[in-house]
């Protein structure tokens, strides 16, 4: 059996899995230790353990979403192009991609718009009091303020628009990355269907313009969707080219213990660029001088980060190329992610990317500030009009962020499983059923419903049509 055949794409799932957990762990940074973001606490101040470069990675955020718009390329691109090129069957690719196109929108929403309700609930009852009232600047930013009831419902169907035209959405905040993933989706779909019947050599051109498109285009996310989307696409190519496999097996070793951790380093060294306040270590002042300014000249911009980029999702999504590019060549790294945890994980990520942000506003506030967010007064008002200092309500100690951390991740996974048992199974099932009723899958395409929209009747007492005639004589005329 050859390489090609015996490969799998298993480490996907794993990786997703991954994102996933680091997803948690950022936005739980972001919640009970924001300084994590900066590359210390103070100026000319020693940095922690997890402030160092490479270990703050997983703290500071900015990569998770990058990793699903990769997997998003890899994903909606494999199939079709396994049947495109591996089977030469360019017909059921294009129905494959056509499928899938119809398939995203109901599944990304439909769970969607179930968890911005629970969470509409939950404000509607006074859950997220704690976090309006606590002293973190972020989890009071994600939390929908209180509203009457009316205000309220007015505000939730705002919202179940707003997520897929403007990506807000003020009961859960973490959907704004939905909408570009949906277009990202389309972005690939509509990728395979121009490239269809092309040679793999010009193929793979478009996949790598695609990539300095999105790279040379210094627009808000480019790189983070754009460019990772192409890749995976890209990706996905490689993956099923024989030739590529087989360089990728003989040479394993070498890619796997040397090429992919040289990678990694550059890579984490240059995704290790704080969120705020560059200048208060010597590495991250030199490698945002190297970034934004090699030239000494004040001229913002480089190779990297070109002139009105952002340098935040820059950085990260170098990150995540420098990953992608080093699992795809390793296959031990394959391995790894294969493993049945991380299976489990990524089966159950995108569970947890919809329940984790509402559990952590309510359950995870509640351990550490208390459920009823008290004592807390409004700011008072000046004689001139203006507001005083707010107070805010203080954690109770730090063996309850700790707890609330235990709680927190063990009340997510326990819900992403409940929701994936119950929710998304059956939004799968109105999914298939909504497709079930707008494709055919009669013979050469054409069930029922499609013949009988062609002006064919069924004239059989068992209900069955007469196949069209085989020759393609156009009859919609008389014969002379």
């Given at each position: 059996?050859?390489?090609?055949?015996?490969?799998?794409?298993?480490?996907?799932?794993?990786?997703?899995g991954v994102t996933s957990a680091l997803v948690i762990t950022t936005h739980v940074s972001r919640a009970l230790d924001f300084s994590l973001f900066w590359p210390s606490d103070?100026?000319?101040?020693?940095?922690?353990?997890?402030?160092?470069?490479?270990?703050?990675?997983?703290?500071?955020?900015?990569?998770?979403?990058?990793?699903?718009?990769?997997?998003?390329?890899?994903?909606?691109?494999?199939?079709?192009?396994?049947?495109?090129?591996?089977?030469?069957?360019?017909?059921?690719?294009?129905?494959?991609?056509?499928?899938?196109?119809?398939?995203?929108?109901?599944?990304?929403?439909?769970?969607?718009?179930?968890?911005?309700?629970?969470?509409?609930?939950?404000?509607?009852?006074?859950?997220?009091?704690?976090?309006?009232?606590?002293?973190?600047?972020?989890?009071?930013?994600?939390?929908?303020?209180?509203?009457?009831?009316?205000?309220?419902?007015?505000?939730?169907?705002?919202?179940?628009?707003?997520?897929?035209?403007?990506?807000?959405?003020?009961?859960?905040?973490?959907?704004?990355?939905?909408?570009?993933?949906?277009?990202?989706?389309?972005?690939?779909?509509?990728?395979?269907?121009?490239?269809?019947?092309?040679?793999?050599?010009?193929?793979?051109?478009?996949?790598?313009?695609?990539?300095?498109?999105?790279?040379?285009?210094?627009?808000?996310?480019?790189?983070?969707?754009?460019?990772?989307?192409?890749?995976?696409?890209?990706?996905?190519?490689?993956?099923?080219?024989?030739?590529?496999?087989?360089?990728?097996?003989?040479?394993?070793?070498?890619?796997?213990?040397?090429?992919?951790?040289?990678?990694?380093?550059?890579?984490?060294?240059?995704?290790?660029?704080?969120?705020?306040?560059?200048?208060?270590?010597?590495?991250?002042?030199?490698?945002?001088?190297?970034?934004?300014?090699?030239?000494?000249?004040?001229?913002?911009?480089?190779?990297?980060?070109?002139?009105?980029?952002?340098?935040?999702?820059?950085?990260?999504?170098?990150f995540i190329y420098t990953v992608a590019i080093s699992i795809f060549i390793s296959p031990a790294i394959q391995r790894l992610l294969s493993h049945r945890l991380l299976l489990?994980?990524?089966?159950?990520?995108?569970?947890?990317?919809?329940?984790?942000?509402?559990?952590?506003?309510?359950?995870?506030?509640?351990?550490?500030?208390?459920?009823?967010?008290?004592?807390?007064?409004?700011?008072?008002?000046?004689?001139?009009?203006?507001?005083?200092?707010?107070?805010?309500?203080?954690?109770?100690?730090?063996?309850?962020?700790?707890?609330?951390?235990?709680?927190?991740?063990?009340?997510?996974?326990?819900?992403?499983?409940?929701?994936?048992?119950?929710?998304?199974?059956?939004?799968?099932?109105?999914?298939?059923?909504?497709?079930?009723?707008?494709?055919?899958d009669g013979e050469d395409g054409e069930g029922k419903a499609g013949l009988a929209e062609k002006g064919y009747t069924h004239v059989n007492g068992n209900g069955s049509a007469?196949?069209?005639?085989?020759?393609?004589?156009?009859?919609?005329?008389?014969?002379?």
């Open positions: 059996m050859s390489n090609q055949n015996k490969r799998n794409i298993k480490w996907v799932e794993g990786l997703r103070k100026k000319d101040l020693a940095p922690r353990l997890f402030q160092l470069p490479y270990l703050r990675i997983p703290f500071q955020g900015r990569i998770g979403v990058p990793i699903f718009a990769f997997l998003t390329g890899f994903v909606c691109a494999y199939k079709p192009l396994k049947l495109a090129y591996q089977q030469g069957n360019a017909p059921a690719s294009l129905k494959a991609v056509a499928r899938s196109a119809f398939r995203r929108p109901p599944r990304l929403m439909l769970p969607a718009m179930i968890a911005t309700f629970i969470s509409f609930l939950l404000s509607c009852l006074g859950a997220y009091t704690a976090a309006n009232h606590c002293d973190s600047f972020w989890v009071r930013f994600d939390a929908p303020s209180p509203l009457p009831f009316r205000q309220n419902v007015r505000r939730l169907f705002q919202s179940l628009l707003t997520t897929w035209t403007s990506t807000d959405n003020p009961f859960d905040r973490h959907q704004w990355a939905m909408r570009p993933l949906l277009v990202g989706a389309f972005q690939v779909y509509v990728v395979l269907a121009a490239t269809v019947g092309m040679r793999f050599k010009y193929r793979i051109l478009v996949h790598v313009l695609m990539i300095f498109y999105w790279l040379l285009n210094s627009n808000y996310l480019t790189e983070t969707f754009g460019a990772n989307l192409a890749l995976g696409t890209l990706l996905a190519e490689l993956a099923q080219h024989a030739p590529t496999q087989n360089f990728i097996s003989r040479y394993q070793r070498i890619l796997t213990f040397i090429v992919a951790p040289i990678i990694m380093l550059i890579g984490g060294w240059v995704g290790s660029y704080p969120q705020e306040h560059e200048d208060w270590a010597e590495w991250s002042q030199n490698l945002h001088n190297y970034l934004m300014d090699p030239e000494g000249d004040e001229d913002r911009g480089s190779w990297l980060v070109p002139k009105g980029a952002n340098i935040h999702r820059r950085t990260s999504a170098f489990w994980l990524g089966k159950h990520s995108f569970a947890v990317y919809l329940v984790h942000g509402t559990l952590l506003r309510t359950v995870g506030m509640w351990v550490v500030y208390g459920i009823t967010g008290q004592p807390w007064t409004e700011a008072e008002k000046n004689e001139d009009g203006t507001s005083q200092p707010q107070e805010w309500v203080k954690p109770k100690s730090r063996s309850h962020k700790l707890l609330a951390v235990i709680i927190f991740t063990a009340v997510t996974y326990t819900a992403a499983w409940a929701w994936m048992k119950w929710v998304d199974t059956a939004c799968a099932r109105a999914t298939e059923w909504l497709e079930e009723r707008v494709f055919d007469p196949r069209p005639p085989s020759d393609r004589t156009d009859r919609s005329q008389p014969p002379p």
